[in-house]
C-alpha cells in the first residue's frame, strides 16, 4: 500500500509571509498534481510535475517534483489571504492510473 | 465550459435510511469518479468508470454504496443503508480520458452528507 504524507497538517501565517509545504513518500510516481481546495468546493488543478528534479512556477508558487519522483514541495512567496485553502497532492503510480490524494495542508493566511 | 454539476449541495438523513447523489460530468469526459472526502482528509475514490463501464471499485463498500452510469454521461451514486460514519462530501470528478497526467481531474462542489 502506498503511504503519502503530507506536512504541515495545519499552518497559521501573517499575509507576506513565506511557507512551504511538503509531499512526501516511499514509492516512485510517474507525476503528480496539487490541488487547492477552498470551503464548500472541489479541489482546483494548480499544475503537474512530470519530471524528476522539475520546478514549475505559478505566480507567488514555486512547485518542485523530487529527483527520485517521490517526494515534492510547494513554496508560496509573500503569502496572501486569497492563498488560504486546503493544499492536496495527488500522484499518479505507474500501473494503477488512478490518482490518490494526500491528507492535505490547511493553510490560513491572516490579513 | 460547464462545469461538472452534483446535485443536491446538502442532504440530511438519519441512519439506516437511504440516499442518492447526482452527478452530471463536463461534457466529452470519457471518465467519472466518486471520492468520499471526509472532514480534515483528503478526498478517497470510491469508484471510477470509464465511459459506463467500472475501471476500479475496490474502495467501494459494495454491500451498501452501489454506483451507476448506464448511458456513459451523468451518474448516480447510492448508499443504503447509512451509516453515521458515512458522514461526508461526496465529490464527482471527470476528466477527458482515463487516468493520465496530461487528462487532470475536473470536480463538481459536492454534497455534503449528514448522517444522524
Known amino acids: 500500500t502506498q503511504l503519502l504524507e503530507q506536512s504541515p497538517q495545519f499552518l497559521s501565517i501573517q499575509e507576506g509571509e513565506n511557507l512551504t509545504v511538503y509531499c512526501n513518500s516511499s514509492?516512485?510516481?510517474?507525476?503528480l498534481q496539487w490541488y487547492r481546495q477552498e470551503p464548500g468546493e472541489g479541489p482546483v488543478l494548480l499544475v503537474t510535475?512530470?519530471?524528476?528534479?522539475e520546478v514549475k512556477k505559478l505566480k507567488r508558487l514555486t512547485f518542485q517534483f523530487g529527483d527520485a519522483r517521490k517526494d515534492s514541495s510547494l513554496h508560496i512567496t509573500a503569502a496572501q489571504p486569497g492563498d488560504t485553502g486546503l493544499y492536496l497532492c495527488a500522484p499518479l503510480t505507474s500501473g494503477t492510473y488512478k490518482y490518490i490524494f494526500g491528507t492535505g495542508t490547511r493553510l490560513k493566511v491572516l490579513a | 465550459e460547464a462545469g461538472v454539476a452534483q446535485s443536491p449541495r446538502y442532504k440530511i438523513i438519519e441512519k439506516r435510511q437511504s440516499v442518492a447523489f447526482w452527478c452530471n460530468p463536463i461534457s466529452g469526459h470519457a471518465t467519472l469518479y466518486w471520492y468520499q472526502q471526509i472532514l480534515g482528509q483528503g478526498p478517497k475514490l470510491l469508484i471510477q468508470?470509464?465511459?459506463?463501464?467500472?475501471?476500479?471499485d475496490s474502495q467501494l463498500p459494495k454491500d451498501r454504496f452501489s454506483a451507476e452510469r448506464l448511458k456513459g454521461v451523468d451518474s448516480t451514486l447510492k448508499i443504503q443503508p447509512a451509516k453515521l460514519e458515512d458522514s461526508a462530501v461526496y465529490l464527482c470528478?471527470?476528466?477527458?480520458?482515463?487516468?493520465?497526467?496530461?487528462?487532470?481531474?475536473?470536480f463538481g462542489n459536492g454534497t455534503r452528507l449528514t448522517v444522524t
Open positions: 510535475v512530470v519530471t524528476g528534479g
Open positions: 470528478a471527470s476528466s477527458l480520458k482515463s487516468s493520465s497526467y496530461n487528462s487532470p481531474l475536473h
Open positions: 468508470f470509464q465511459n459506463n463501464g467500472v475501471v476500479d
Open positions: 514509492s516512485v510516481f510517474s507525476s
